[in-house]
């Protein structure tokens, strides 16, 4: 794998581990839908993780990350759609596919 793919895994990487360490241990909606803070350092880890994916993807398009694409696509909505963000969608994406992406990305990371 090259240097630079897995610079940009770290990174993703480092940004699932700040979401989870933001949102603590209690993980609860109210509190992350109103606070204003939590959620625009969320959506810019998301925009970070979107990032580091699409570069992974133009250098090496076979890197097996789920859903890639998706995930390109949620940078792009949060960046450019700032205004139409649905707190309950990004909330069910760091509940339940955030999870699996850690997985993959921590797998992917410790087979180099």
């Known amino acids: 794998m090259q240097l630079e793919i897995e610079k940009y895994l770290f990174d993703i990487q480092t940004s ?3 979401i989870n360490e933001y949102l603590g241990s209690t993980r609860d909606f109210n509190e992350y839908e ?3 803070l939590l959620r625009r350092g969320i959506e810019r ?3 970070i993780i979107g990032e580091a994916a699409n570069r992974i993807y133009k250098i090496d398009s ?3 990350i789920d859903n890639v694409r998706k995930i390109i696509d949620l940078r792009n909505w949060v960046i450019h759609g700032y205004d139409k963000i649905d707190n309950v969608v990004i909330w069910g994406i760091i509940s339940k596919q955030l999870p699996l992406l ?3 990305i921590d797998e992917l ?3 180099n």
Do not use: P, V, Y
Request: glycine share 0%; charged share 35%.
């Open 109 to 111: 990371l410790k087979s």
């Open 62 to 64: 076979t890197i097996k």
């Open 45 to 47: 880890e998301l925009e």
């Open 16 to 18: 699932i581990n700040s």
């Open 34 to 36: 109103s606070n204003k």
């Open 102 to 104: 850690k997985n993959q």
